[in-house]
Protein backbone atom coordinates (compact mmCIF):
# COMPACT_ATOMS: atom_id res chain seq x y z
CA UNK A 1 0.00 0.00 0.00
CA UNK A 2 2.87 2.63 0.71
CA UNK A 3 3.68 2.22 -2.98
CA UNK A 4 0.54 3.71 -4.04
CA UNK A 5 0.73 5.85 -1.48
CA UNK A 6 3.94 7.39 -3.29
CA UNK A 7 2.44 7.30 -6.26
CA UNK A 8 -1.15 8.55 -6.12
CA UNK A 9 -1.13 11.52 -7.45
CA UNK A 10 1.40 10.47 -10.44
CA UNK A 11 -0.29 10.70 -13.97
CA UNK A 12 -0.06 7.57 -16.37
CA UNK A 13 -0.25 7.14 -19.44
CA UNK A 14 -1.72 9.75 -21.72
CA UNK A 15 -1.91 12.04 -18.50
CA UNK A 16 -4.50 10.12 -17.02
CA UNK A 17 -4.32 10.47 -12.92
CA UNK A 18 -4.08 7.47 -10.64
CA UNK A 19 -7.24 9.20 -8.88
CA UNK A 20 -8.82 9.00 -12.37
CA UNK A 21 -7.45 5.15 -13.11
CA UNK A 22 -8.85 4.11 -9.50
CA UNK A 23 -12.78 5.81 -9.97
CA UNK A 24 -12.54 4.17 -13.46
CA UNK A 25 -11.94 0.61 -11.69
CA UNK A 26 -14.38 1.16 -9.40
CA UNK A 27 -17.23 2.00 -11.88
CA UNK A 28 -16.33 -1.36 -13.93
CA UNK A 29 -16.30 -3.42 -10.47
CA UNK A 30 -19.88 -1.68 -9.74
CA UNK A 31 -21.03 -2.84 -12.92
CA UNK A 32 -19.82 -6.47 -13.13
CA UNK A 33 -21.08 -6.99 -9.31
CA UNK A 34 -24.34 -5.65 -10.34
CA UNK A 35 -24.10 -7.60 -13.65
CA UNK A 36 -23.44 -10.88 -11.53
CA UNK A 37 -25.87 -10.56 -8.59
CA UNK A 38 -28.90 -9.87 -11.16
CA UNK A 39 -27.59 -13.43 -13.42
CA UNK A 40 -27.55 -15.40 -10.11
CA UNK A 41 -31.46 -14.51 -9.89
CA UNK A 42 -32.33 -16.68 -12.50
CA UNK A 43 -29.77 -18.66 -13.83
CA UNK A 44 -29.54 -21.60 -11.23
CA UNK A 45 -33.40 -22.39 -12.43
CA UNK A 46 -32.37 -22.07 -16.27
CA UNK A 47 -29.90 -24.62 -15.40
CA UNK A 48 -32.04 -27.08 -13.45
CA UNK A 49 -34.69 -26.45 -16.48
CA UNK A 50 -31.77 -27.37 -19.13
CA UNK A 51 -30.67 -30.31 -17.46
CA UNK A 52 -34.31 -31.57 -17.29
CA UNK A 53 -34.63 -31.89 -13.34
CA UNK A 54 -37.52 -31.48 -10.84
CA UNK A 55 -37.03 -28.11 -8.87
CA UNK A 56 -39.91 -29.94 -6.44
CA UNK A 57 -37.81 -33.01 -5.42
CA UNK A 58 -36.27 -32.79 -2.30
CA UNK A 59 -32.18 -33.19 -3.40
CA UNK A 60 -33.04 -30.72 -6.46
CA UNK A 61 -34.54 -27.99 -4.73
CA UNK A 62 -32.26 -28.37 -1.88
CA UNK A 63 -28.84 -27.95 -4.64
CA UNK A 64 -30.72 -25.20 -5.89
CA UNK A 65 -31.36 -23.41 -3.08
CA UNK A 66 -27.51 -23.63 -1.82
CA UNK A 67 -26.45 -22.46 -4.84
CA UNK A 68 -28.55 -19.57 -5.49
CA UNK A 69 -27.86 -18.75 -1.50
CA UNK A 70 -24.38 -19.26 -1.68
CA UNK A 71 -23.57 -17.24 -4.72
CA UNK A 72 -25.90 -14.13 -3.44
CA UNK A 73 -24.52 -14.16 -0.10
CA UNK A 74 -21.13 -13.96 -1.50
CA UNK A 75 -22.01 -11.26 -3.95
CA UNK A 76 -23.33 -9.30 -0.78
CA UNK A 77 -20.70 -9.83 1.97
CA UNK A 78 -18.05 -8.81 -0.85
CA UNK A 79 -19.50 -5.89 -2.42
CA UNK A 80 -20.58 -4.64 1.17
CA UNK A 81 -17.88 -5.32 2.93
CA UNK A 82 -16.07 -3.16 0.38
CA UNK A 83 -18.39 -0.04 0.88
CA UNK A 84 -17.72 -0.37 4.87
CA UNK A 85 -14.05 -1.08 4.53
CA UNK A 86 -13.80 2.30 2.40
CA UNK A 87 -15.57 3.65 5.05
CA UNK A 88 -13.90 2.49 8.00
CA UNK A 89 -10.30 3.42 6.15
CA UNK A 90 -11.63 6.98 6.50
CA UNK A 91 -12.33 7.08 9.48
CA UNK A 92 -9.87 8.07 12.29
CA UNK A 93 -10.46 6.02 15.17
CA UNK A 94 -8.50 8.04 17.73
CA UNK A 95 -10.54 10.75 17.00
CA UNK A 96 -13.90 8.61 17.93
CA UNK A 97 -12.38 7.83 20.80
CA UNK A 98 -12.06 11.31 22.19
CA UNK A 99 -15.03 12.09 20.90
CA UNK A 100 -17.22 9.32 22.51
CA UNK A 101 -15.20 10.11 25.42
CA UNK A 102 -15.92 14.01 25.60
CA UNK A 103 -19.69 13.93 25.36
CA UNK A 104 -22.69 12.78 27.79
CA UNK A 105 -23.62 9.54 28.37
CA UNK A 106 -26.23 9.27 26.46
CA UNK A 107 -24.82 10.56 23.41
CA UNK A 108 -22.03 8.38 23.95
CA UNK A 109 -24.06 5.71 24.11
CA UNK A 110 -25.56 6.32 20.77
CA UNK A 111 -22.30 7.47 19.62
CA UNK A 112 -21.12 4.13 20.16
CA UNK A 113 -24.48 2.05 19.08
CA UNK A 114 -24.19 4.22 15.71
CA UNK A 115 -19.84 3.29 15.35
CA UNK A 116 -20.94 -0.53 16.15
CA UNK A 117 -23.64 -0.46 13.17
CA UNK A 118 -20.90 0.92 11.04
CA UNK A 119 -17.90 -1.61 12.15
CA UNK A 120 -18.87 -4.76 10.52
CA UNK A 121 -17.55 -7.69 13.55
CA UNK A 122 -18.63 -10.69 14.28
CA UNK A 123 -19.10 -11.35 18.41
CA UNK A 124 -15.58 -12.33 18.70
CA UNK A 125 -13.77 -9.58 16.54
CA UNK A 126 -15.07 -6.76 17.98
CA UNK A 127 -12.91 -7.19 21.08
CA UNK A 128 -9.93 -6.35 20.49
CA UNK A 129 -12.04 -2.82 20.09
CA UNK A 130 -13.18 -3.52 22.54
CA UNK A 131 -9.91 -3.42 25.29
CA UNK A 132 -8.70 -0.37 23.08
CA UNK A 133 -11.84 1.56 24.16
CA UNK A 134 -11.76 0.69 27.58
CA UNK A 135 -8.04 1.25 28.00
CA UNK A 136 -8.55 4.25 26.02
CA UNK A 137 -10.67 5.19 29.44
CA UNK A 138 -14.27 5.56 27.49
CA UNK A 139 -16.74 4.21 30.33
CA UNK A 140 -17.38 0.79 30.40
CA UNK A 141 -21.34 1.33 29.62
CA UNK A 142 -20.23 2.69 26.38
CA UNK A 143 -17.88 0.38 25.48
CA UNK A 144 -19.90 -2.57 26.32
CA UNK A 145 -22.31 -1.12 24.14
CA UNK A 146 -20.21 -1.02 21.44
CA UNK A 147 -20.05 -4.55 22.07
CA UNK A 148 -23.23 -5.39 21.54
CA UNK A 149 -24.32 -3.19 18.68
CA UNK A 150 -21.26 -4.50 16.48
CA UNK A 151 -22.14 -7.84 16.16
CA UNK A 152 -25.95 -7.42 16.73
CA UNK A 153 -26.81 -4.90 14.30
CA UNK A 154 -24.65 -6.12 11.20
CA UNK A 155 -25.44 -4.63 7.94
CA UNK A 156 -24.82 -7.78 6.42
CA UNK A 157 -28.00 -9.14 8.46
CA UNK A 158 -29.98 -6.24 7.75
CA UNK A 159 -29.59 -5.84 3.86
CA UNK A 160 -30.50 -9.73 3.98
CA UNK A 161 -33.38 -9.48 6.09
CA UNK A 162 -34.11 -7.13 3.86
CA UNK A 163 -34.16 -8.85 0.81
CA UNK A 164 -35.95 -12.07 2.03
CA UNK A 165 -38.46 -10.78 4.91
CA UNK A 166 -39.28 -7.14 3.69
CA UNK A 167 -37.33 -4.19 4.29
CA UNK A 168 -39.77 -2.57 7.48
CA UNK A 169 -38.96 -6.23 9.43
CA UNK A 170 -35.45 -5.40 8.25
CA UNK A 171 -35.96 -1.51 9.62
CA UNK A 172 -37.22 -3.30 12.66
CA UNK A 173 -34.85 -5.46 12.91
CA UNK A 174 -32.14 -2.43 13.00
CA UNK A 175 -33.92 -0.36 15.63
CA UNK A 176 -34.46 -3.05 17.87
CA UNK A 177 -31.27 -4.28 17.83
CA UNK A 178 -29.98 -0.77 18.70
CA UNK A 179 -32.76 0.10 21.07
CA UNK A 180 -31.84 -2.95 22.99
CA UNK A 181 -27.66 -1.91 22.99
CA UNK A 182 -28.73 1.37 23.91
CA UNK A 183 -30.89 0.25 27.02
CA UNK A 184 -28.15 -2.37 28.05
CA UNK A 185 -25.74 0.48 27.89
CA UNK A 186 -27.92 2.65 30.33
CA UNK A 187 -28.45 0.19 32.64
CA UNK A 188 -24.52 -1.04 32.70
CA UNK A 189 -24.45 2.76 33.48
CA UNK A 190 -25.95 2.71 36.53
CA UNK A 191 -23.36 0.01 38.17
CA UNK A 192 -19.53 0.13 39.08
CA UNK A 193 -18.48 -2.81 36.74
CA UNK A 194 -15.30 -2.23 36.52
CA UNK A 195 -13.89 -4.05 39.18
CA UNK A 196 -14.82 -7.27 36.89
CA UNK A 197 -12.57 -5.94 34.33
CA UNK A 198 -9.37 -7.76 34.26
CA UNK A 199 -6.41 -5.41 35.06
CA UNK A 200 -4.62 -6.24 31.77
CA UNK A 201 -7.13 -4.33 29.65
CA UNK A 202 -6.30 -1.42 31.84
CA UNK A 203 -2.46 -1.68 30.96
CA UNK A 204 -3.40 -2.52 27.23
CA UNK A 205 -1.68 0.40 24.24
CA UNK A 206 -4.39 2.15 22.32
CA UNK A 207 -3.23 1.41 18.75
CA UNK A 208 -4.01 3.54 15.78
CA UNK A 209 -5.51 2.47 12.87
CA UNK A 210 -4.07 5.35 10.50
CA UNK A 211 -0.70 7.07 10.85
CA UNK A 212 -0.98 10.37 12.73
CA UNK A 213 -2.19 12.98 11.27
CA UNK A 214 -2.42 11.53 7.70
CA UNK A 215 -5.44 11.76 5.07
CA UNK A 216 -5.40 8.49 3.34
CA UNK A 217 -5.69 8.72 -0.33
CA UNK A 218 -8.34 7.33 -2.96
CA UNK A 219 -6.41 4.31 -3.86
CA UNK A 220 -4.90 3.87 -0.60
CA UNK A 221 -8.45 3.99 0.55
CA UNK A 222 -9.63 1.38 -2.20
CA UNK A 223 -5.91 -0.68 -1.45
CA UNK A 224 -7.34 -1.13 2.60
CA UNK A 225 -11.04 -2.04 1.61
CA UNK A 226 -9.36 -4.76 -1.05
CA UNK A 227 -7.46 -6.36 1.82
CA UNK A 228 -9.95 -5.59 4.73
CA UNK A 229 -12.39 -7.37 2.45
CA UNK A 230 -10.07 -10.17 1.51
CA UNK A 231 -9.30 -11.00 4.95
CA UNK A 232 -13.03 -11.14 6.01
CA UNK A 233 -14.04 -13.22 3.08
CA UNK A 234 -11.56 -15.58 4.27
CA UNK A 235 -12.60 -15.71 7.70
CA UNK A 236 -16.24 -16.07 7.16
CA UNK A 237 -16.40 -18.03 3.66
CA UNK A 238 -16.98 -21.60 5.63
CA UNK A 239 -19.57 -19.95 7.93
CA UNK A 240 -21.73 -18.93 5.31
CA UNK A 241 -21.47 -22.30 3.32
CA UNK A 242 -22.06 -23.81 6.82
CA UNK A 243 -24.96 -21.32 7.78
CA UNK A 244 -26.35 -22.39 3.66
CA UNK A 245 -26.31 -25.64 3.87
CA UNK A 246 -28.18 -26.17 7.05
CA UNK A 247 -30.92 -23.90 5.82
CA UNK A 248 -30.90 -25.65 2.44
CA UNK A 249 -30.91 -29.58 4.44
CA UNK A 250 -34.14 -27.66 6.46
CA UNK A 251 -35.39 -26.08 3.04
CA UNK A 252 -35.32 -29.46 1.24
CA UNK A 253 -35.72 -32.06 4.18
CA UNK A 254 -37.19 -31.16 7.51
CA UNK A 255 -40.72 -32.13 7.74
CA UNK A 256 -42.81 -28.24 7.59
CA UNK A 257 -44.45 -28.87 10.59
CA UNK A 258 -41.26 -30.13 12.65
CA UNK A 259 -40.14 -26.21 14.00
CA UNK A 260 -43.87 -25.27 14.04
CA UNK A 261 -44.25 -28.15 17.01
CA UNK A 262 -40.96 -27.66 19.25
CA UNK A 263 -40.68 -23.84 18.31
CA UNK A 264 -44.34 -22.37 17.04
CA UNK A 265 -46.93 -19.99 17.72
CA UNK A 266 -48.62 -22.27 19.93
CA UNK A 267 -45.47 -22.92 22.59
CA UNK A 268 -45.12 -20.02 24.74
CA UNK A 269 -41.95 -20.76 24.88
CA UNK A 270 -40.63 -20.92 21.46
CA UNK A 271 -38.91 -17.58 21.71
CA UNK A 272 -37.33 -18.57 24.93
CA UNK A 273 -35.99 -21.85 23.14
CA UNK A 274 -34.91 -20.33 20.21
CA UNK A 275 -32.85 -17.91 21.85
CA UNK A 276 -30.55 -20.14 23.72
CA UNK A 277 -30.43 -22.63 20.61
CA UNK A 278 -28.85 -20.21 18.96
CA UNK A 279 -26.01 -19.40 21.02
CA UNK A 280 -24.19 -22.85 20.82
CA UNK A 281 -24.14 -21.56 16.42
CA UNK A 282 -21.24 -19.26 16.25
CA UNK A 283 -22.56 -18.04 13.14
CA UNK A 284 -22.03 -14.07 11.78
CA UNK A 285 -25.13 -12.68 9.71
CA UNK A 286 -24.35 -13.49 6.46
CA UNK A 287 -24.68 -17.81 7.58
CA UNK A 288 -27.73 -17.18 10.31
CA UNK A 289 -30.05 -15.48 7.68
CA UNK A 290 -30.52 -18.27 5.61
CA UNK A 291 -31.36 -20.95 8.82
CA UNK A 292 -33.53 -18.08 9.91
CA UNK A 293 -35.55 -18.10 6.44
CA UNK A 294 -35.66 -21.46 6.67
CA UNK A 295 -36.94 -21.64 9.68
CA UNK A 296 -39.46 -18.85 8.45
CA UNK A 297 -40.69 -20.91 5.85
CA UNK A 298 -41.39 -23.96 8.21
CA UNK A 299 -43.42 -22.17 9.98
CA UNK A 300 -41.73 -20.45 13.25
CA UNK A 301 -42.89 -17.04 14.10
CA UNK A 302 -41.30 -14.04 13.03
CA UNK A 303 -40.22 -13.07 16.67
CA UNK A 304 -38.90 -16.68 17.35
CA UNK A 305 -37.26 -16.49 14.11
CA UNK A 306 -35.36 -12.93 15.13
CA UNK A 307 -34.65 -14.23 18.84
CA UNK A 308 -32.81 -16.97 17.38
CA UNK A 309 -30.99 -14.55 14.38
CA UNK A 310 -29.79 -11.98 17.04
CA UNK A 311 -28.81 -14.65 19.77
CA UNK A 312 -26.79 -16.49 17.10
CA UNK A 313 -24.71 -13.66 15.57
CA UNK A 314 -24.31 -11.09 19.42
CA UNK A 315 -23.79 -14.36 21.54
CA UNK A 316 -21.28 -17.24 20.87
CA UNK A 317 -19.72 -19.56 22.93
CA UNK A 318 -16.18 -18.59 21.44
CA UNK A 319 -17.29 -15.40 22.39
CA UNK A 320 -17.19 -16.05 26.00
CA UNK A 321 -14.10 -17.51 25.79
CA UNK A 322 -12.55 -15.13 24.57
CA UNK A 323 -14.34 -12.22 26.83
CA UNK A 324 -13.08 -14.38 29.75
CA UNK A 325 -9.36 -13.58 29.28
CA UNK A 326 -10.76 -9.49 29.85
CA UNK A 327 -13.75 -9.94 31.85
CA UNK A 328 -14.13 -11.56 35.14
CA UNK A 329 -16.91 -14.45 35.49
CA UNK A 330 -19.52 -11.84 37.14
CA UNK A 331 -19.71 -9.65 34.28
CA UNK A 332 -19.34 -12.06 31.66
CA UNK A 333 -22.13 -13.61 33.28
CA UNK A 334 -24.47 -10.14 33.70
CA UNK A 335 -23.21 -9.30 30.19
CA UNK A 336 -24.45 -12.70 28.79
CA UNK A 337 -27.61 -12.84 30.89
CA UNK A 338 -28.40 -9.21 30.41
CA UNK A 339 -28.27 -9.31 26.32
CA UNK A 340 -30.04 -12.16 26.34
CA UNK A 341 -33.22 -11.87 28.57
CA UNK A 342 -33.19 -8.15 26.23
CA UNK A 343 -33.27 -10.61 22.89
CA UNK A 344 -36.04 -12.24 23.82
CA UNK A 345 -38.28 -9.76 25.01
CA UNK A 346 -37.56 -8.46 21.56
CA UNK A 347 -38.97 -11.49 20.24
CA UNK A 348 -42.07 -11.73 22.40
CA UNK A 349 -42.97 -7.78 21.04
CA UNK A 350 -42.40 -9.12 17.58
CA UNK A 351 -44.79 -11.91 18.12
CA UNK A 352 -46.96 -9.57 19.67
CA UNK A 353 -46.89 -7.35 16.86
CA UNK A 354 -46.46 -9.66 14.22
Known amino acids: ?35 LYALNEYIWDAIVGWLGLDLHTRAVGAVQF ?53 TPFCSCSSIPLFIGFVAAGIPLSITLTFLIASPLVSEIAAIMIGDQFGWPIAAAYVAAGSVLSLVIGWIFSRF ?31 SAAV ?17 VGIGAAIHGWVPADFFVRFAG ?35 MSLGTVMAFTMSTIALSVPQAVMLRRVMKPPLLAVFFGTVAVGIMIIGFLFNLVG
Open 192 to 222: DLSRWVEDMVFATKVATLRTEGHVPSLAERV
Open 66 to 118: FLYDTVKIFLLLTGLMFVVGMLRASLDLDKARDYLQGRGLFVGLALAVVLGVV
Open 265 to 299: PDNPFAVVVATLAGVPLYVNGAGVVPIAEALWAKG
Open 227 to 243: EETKDIFRSVWLWVLFG
Open 1 to 35: MGAVSRHASDAGPGGVSERTRTLGVLVLAAVGWAA
